[in-house]
Protein backbone atom coordinates (compact mmCIF):
# COMPACT_ATOMS: atom_id res chain seq x y z
CA UNK A 1 0.00 0.00 0.00
CA UNK A 2 1.27 3.51 -1.19
CA UNK A 3 1.51 6.56 1.12
CA UNK A 4 -1.33 8.39 -1.28
CA UNK A 5 -3.82 5.53 -0.42
CA UNK A 6 -4.16 6.58 2.83
CA UNK A 7 -6.64 9.35 1.81
CA UNK A 8 -6.56 12.18 4.22
CA UNK A 9 -9.86 13.93 2.81
CA UNK A 10 -12.07 10.56 3.37
CA UNK A 11 -14.50 10.86 5.92
CA UNK A 12 -13.05 7.55 7.29
CA UNK A 13 -10.61 8.92 10.20
CA UNK A 14 -6.65 7.85 9.31
CA UNK A 15 -6.51 5.36 12.23
CA UNK A 16 -9.42 3.31 10.74
CA UNK A 17 -7.72 3.14 6.76
CA UNK A 18 -4.47 1.70 8.49
CA UNK A 19 -6.17 -0.54 10.67
CA UNK A 20 -8.28 -1.77 7.61
CA UNK A 21 -4.72 -2.30 5.69
CA UNK A 22 -3.32 -3.91 8.36
CA UNK A 23 -6.03 -6.59 8.69
CA UNK A 24 -6.15 -7.48 5.45
CA UNK A 25 -3.05 -8.27 5.14
CA UNK A 26 -3.27 -10.78 8.28
CA UNK A 27 -6.12 -12.08 6.83
CA UNK A 28 -5.04 -12.79 3.39
CA UNK A 29 -1.91 -14.61 5.28
CA UNK A 30 0.28 -11.35 3.85
CA UNK A 31 1.68 -11.20 7.18
CA UNK A 32 1.33 -14.61 8.81
CA UNK A 33 0.50 -16.10 12.16
CA UNK A 34 3.28 -14.44 14.87
CA UNK A 35 4.56 -12.26 12.68
CA UNK A 36 6.84 -9.20 14.02
CA UNK A 37 4.77 -6.47 12.52
CA UNK A 38 6.38 -2.81 11.88
CA UNK A 39 7.67 -0.59 14.89
CA UNK A 40 5.24 2.63 15.47
CA UNK A 41 8.26 4.79 13.64
CA UNK A 42 7.93 2.42 10.71
CA UNK A 43 4.49 2.44 10.32
CA UNK A 44 4.56 6.02 10.31
CA UNK A 45 7.26 6.42 7.88
CA UNK A 46 5.37 4.38 5.36
CA UNK A 47 1.85 6.00 5.56
CA UNK A 48 2.92 8.88 6.53
CA UNK A 49 0.70 9.49 9.92
CA UNK A 50 1.44 10.73 13.39
CA UNK A 51 2.46 8.06 16.45
CA UNK A 52 -1.35 8.87 17.73
CA UNK A 53 -2.50 7.83 14.55
CA UNK A 54 -0.56 4.19 14.27
CA UNK A 55 -1.39 3.67 18.12
CA UNK A 56 -5.74 4.07 17.57
CA UNK A 57 -5.01 1.81 14.68
CA UNK A 58 -3.19 -0.97 16.56
CA UNK A 59 -5.51 -0.23 19.58
CA UNK A 60 -8.21 -1.77 17.22
CA UNK A 61 -5.88 -4.62 16.03
CA UNK A 62 -5.31 -5.44 19.94
CA UNK A 63 -8.99 -5.58 20.61
CA UNK A 64 -10.33 -7.44 18.29
CA UNK A 65 -7.50 -10.16 19.01
CA UNK A 66 -5.41 -9.55 15.56
CA UNK A 67 -2.17 -8.70 17.24
CA UNK A 68 -0.55 -8.95 20.55
CA UNK A 69 1.69 -7.23 22.44
CA UNK A 70 4.99 -8.89 23.71
CA UNK A 71 6.81 -5.94 26.27
CA UNK A 72 10.26 -5.02 25.10
CA UNK A 73 9.62 -7.39 21.64
CA UNK A 74 7.30 -5.47 19.84
CA UNK A 75 3.47 -6.54 18.10
CA UNK A 76 2.87 -9.52 16.22
CA UNK A 77 -0.05 -11.11 14.82
CA UNK A 78 -2.37 -13.62 16.39
CA UNK A 79 -2.85 -17.18 15.30
CA UNK A 80 -6.30 -16.11 13.67
CA UNK A 81 -8.95 -18.40 15.63
CA UNK A 82 -12.48 -18.52 14.87
CA UNK A 83 -15.18 -15.46 16.08
CA UNK A 84 -18.65 -15.92 16.65
CA UNK A 85 -21.35 -13.89 17.02
CA UNK A 86 -23.96 -14.01 20.13
CA UNK A 87 -25.96 -16.52 18.31
CA UNK A 88 -23.67 -19.04 17.62
CA UNK A 89 -21.06 -19.17 20.13
CA UNK A 90 -19.73 -22.77 21.87
CA UNK A 91 -22.83 -24.67 23.61
CA UNK A 92 -20.99 -27.98 25.03
CA UNK A 93 -24.37 -29.44 26.27
CA UNK A 94 -25.45 -29.21 22.24
CA UNK A 95 -22.21 -30.40 21.04
CA UNK A 96 -22.56 -33.56 22.98
CA UNK A 97 -26.37 -34.52 22.59
CA UNK A 98 -25.33 -34.32 18.73
CA UNK A 99 -22.99 -36.43 19.30
CA UNK A 100 -25.33 -38.90 21.41
CA UNK A 101 -23.32 -38.42 24.50
CA UNK A 102 -25.34 -37.80 27.59
CA UNK A 103 -23.58 -34.13 29.30
CA UNK A 104 -23.21 -33.26 32.83
CA UNK A 105 -21.79 -30.80 34.83
CA UNK A 106 -19.69 -30.55 38.17
CA UNK A 107 -18.69 -27.30 39.69
CA UNK A 108 -15.69 -27.26 41.40
CA UNK A 109 -15.02 -23.69 42.74
CA UNK A 110 -17.20 -20.56 42.97
CA UNK A 111 -15.89 -17.26 44.96
CA UNK A 112 -15.39 -14.36 44.62
CA UNK A 113 -11.58 -13.08 44.08
CA UNK A 114 -9.30 -10.42 43.10
CA UNK A 115 -8.01 -10.78 39.47
CA UNK A 116 -4.79 -11.60 38.66
CA UNK A 117 -3.29 -8.89 36.28
CA UNK A 118 -4.38 -11.58 32.86
CA UNK A 119 -7.83 -11.36 33.67
CA UNK A 120 -7.89 -7.58 34.93
CA UNK A 121 -6.49 -6.91 31.38
CA UNK A 122 -8.85 -8.86 29.65
CA UNK A 123 -11.59 -7.64 31.26
CA UNK A 124 -10.65 -4.07 30.90
CA UNK A 125 -11.12 -3.65 34.69
CA UNK A 126 -10.53 -0.74 37.21
CA UNK A 127 -8.78 -1.21 40.26
CA UNK A 128 -10.70 -2.69 43.24
CA UNK A 129 -12.97 -4.52 41.33
CA UNK A 130 -13.67 -7.77 41.93
CA UNK A 131 -14.93 -11.04 39.97
CA UNK A 132 -16.55 -14.34 40.58
CA UNK A 133 -14.20 -17.17 39.41
CA UNK A 134 -16.17 -20.58 39.01
CA UNK A 135 -14.55 -23.16 37.50
CA UNK A 136 -16.83 -26.24 36.07
CA UNK A 137 -15.47 -29.83 35.34
CA UNK A 138 -18.05 -30.96 31.94
CA UNK A 139 -18.54 -34.37 31.12
CA UNK A 140 -19.77 -36.64 28.11
CA UNK A 141 -20.89 -40.00 29.71
CA UNK A 142 -19.40 -39.62 32.99
CA UNK A 143 -15.93 -39.15 31.59
CA UNK A 144 -14.25 -35.57 31.92
CA UNK A 145 -13.67 -33.68 28.50
CA UNK A 146 -14.04 -29.78 29.33
CA UNK A 147 -12.84 -27.38 31.36
CA UNK A 148 -14.70 -24.29 31.89
CA UNK A 149 -13.07 -21.32 34.23
CA UNK A 150 -15.06 -18.45 34.29
CA UNK A 151 -14.58 -14.80 35.42
CA UNK A 152 -17.84 -12.54 36.06
CA UNK A 153 -18.24 -9.02 37.17
CA UNK A 154 -19.09 -9.15 40.96
CA UNK A 155 -20.91 -6.44 40.80
CA UNK A 156 -23.45 -7.58 38.71
CA UNK A 157 -24.22 -11.12 39.93
CA UNK A 158 -24.50 -10.30 43.55
CA UNK A 159 -24.92 -13.63 45.78
CA UNK A 160 -24.11 -15.55 42.49
CA UNK A 161 -22.00 -17.72 44.73
CA UNK A 162 -25.22 -19.13 46.64
CA UNK A 163 -26.95 -19.88 42.88
CA UNK A 164 -27.13 -23.53 41.87
CA UNK A 165 -25.03 -24.00 38.61
CA UNK A 166 -25.73 -27.70 38.24
CA UNK A 167 -29.12 -27.55 37.28
CA UNK A 168 -29.49 -24.13 36.20
CA UNK A 169 -27.35 -23.06 33.26
CA UNK A 170 -25.30 -19.77 33.99
CA UNK A 171 -26.77 -17.89 31.22
CA UNK A 172 -30.09 -18.50 31.83
CA UNK A 173 -29.54 -16.61 35.41
CA UNK A 174 -27.70 -14.09 33.58
CA UNK A 175 -30.33 -13.34 31.41
CA UNK A 176 -33.40 -13.76 33.31
CA UNK A 177 -31.98 -13.42 36.93
CA UNK A 178 -29.89 -10.91 36.68
CA UNK A 179 -31.61 -9.36 33.25
CA UNK A 180 -28.36 -8.87 31.95
CA UNK A 181 -28.81 -7.86 28.03
CA UNK A 182 -25.70 -9.48 26.00
CA UNK A 183 -24.82 -7.57 23.28
CA UNK A 184 -22.07 -9.71 21.60
CA UNK A 185 -19.89 -12.62 22.45
CA UNK A 186 -16.52 -12.58 20.75
CA UNK A 187 -14.71 -16.26 21.38
CA UNK A 188 -11.57 -17.16 19.68
CA UNK A 189 -10.59 -20.85 19.42
CA UNK A 190 -6.34 -21.93 19.19
CA UNK A 191 -4.84 -25.14 19.77
CA UNK A 192 -3.47 -25.82 23.63
CA UNK A 193 -1.38 -28.07 25.60
CA UNK A 194 -2.57 -29.45 28.64
CA UNK A 195 -0.77 -28.52 32.01
CA UNK A 196 -0.40 -30.83 35.10
CA UNK A 197 -3.07 -28.99 37.10
CA UNK A 198 -5.59 -29.34 34.12
CA UNK A 199 -4.52 -32.35 33.05
CA UNK A 200 -5.37 -33.98 36.37
CA UNK A 201 -9.11 -32.38 36.03
CA UNK A 202 -9.34 -34.05 32.76
CA UNK A 203 -7.39 -36.99 33.79
CA UNK A 204 -5.44 -37.04 30.46
CA UNK A 205 -1.37 -37.08 30.13
CA UNK A 206 0.48 -33.32 30.63
CA UNK A 207 1.26 -32.03 27.41
CA UNK A 208 -2.05 -33.69 25.86
CA UNK A 209 -3.45 -31.50 22.64
CA UNK A 210 -6.38 -29.48 23.81
CA UNK A 211 -8.52 -26.80 21.90
CA UNK A 212 -8.70 -23.45 24.33
CA UNK A 213 -11.52 -20.92 23.72
CA UNK A 214 -11.57 -18.18 25.12
CA UNK A 215 -14.78 -16.36 24.96
CA UNK A 216 -15.22 -12.27 25.71
CA UNK A 217 -19.47 -11.18 26.80
CA UNK A 218 -20.47 -8.12 27.05
CA UNK A 219 -23.32 -6.05 27.89
CA UNK A 220 -23.29 -2.87 26.00
CA UNK A 221 -19.92 -1.77 26.04
CA UNK A 222 -18.80 -3.61 29.14
CA UNK A 223 -17.66 -6.87 29.58
CA UNK A 224 -19.05 -8.94 32.39
CA UNK A 225 -17.60 -12.26 31.39
CA UNK A 226 -14.06 -13.64 30.45
CA UNK A 227 -14.34 -17.42 29.87
CA UNK A 228 -11.28 -20.03 29.00
CA UNK A 229 -13.12 -23.37 28.08
CA UNK A 230 -10.23 -26.49 27.81
CA UNK A 231 -11.80 -29.21 25.48
CA UNK A 232 -9.82 -32.65 25.22
CA UNK A 233 -8.85 -32.85 21.91
CA UNK A 234 -9.57 -37.19 21.21
CA UNK A 235 -12.74 -36.10 22.49
CA UNK A 236 -14.07 -32.82 20.86
CA UNK A 237 -14.01 -31.17 17.66
CA UNK A 238 -14.99 -27.93 16.19
CA UNK A 239 -16.13 -27.15 12.74
CA UNK A 240 -17.83 -23.56 11.00
CA UNK A 241 -19.74 -24.03 7.68
CA UNK A 242 -19.24 -21.07 5.81
CA UNK A 243 -22.25 -19.90 3.48
Known sequence: MSLSLLD??????LYHQLAEELKEKIQSGRLPP????????????KYGVSRGTVR??????????????????????TKLGVVQPVSRFYSFDRDMEEK?????????????????RVVKKAMELDEGEKVYEIVRIRFANEEPVLLDISYLLEEL??????????????????MRKYRVKIS??????????????DARRLNVPVGSLALL?????YTGSRIFEFR???????????SVELI
Open 56 to 77: QAMFGLIRDGLVYRKPGQGTFV
Open 213 to 217: VKRTA
Open 8 to 13: ENSPIP
Open 100 to 116: GFEPSLRVIQKKIICPS
Open 34 to 45: HALISSETELCK
Open 184 to 197: RVREAFEPFLINKV
Open 228 to 238: RSIIRGDKCSY
Open 157 to 174: FLELEKEDLVTIPLYELI
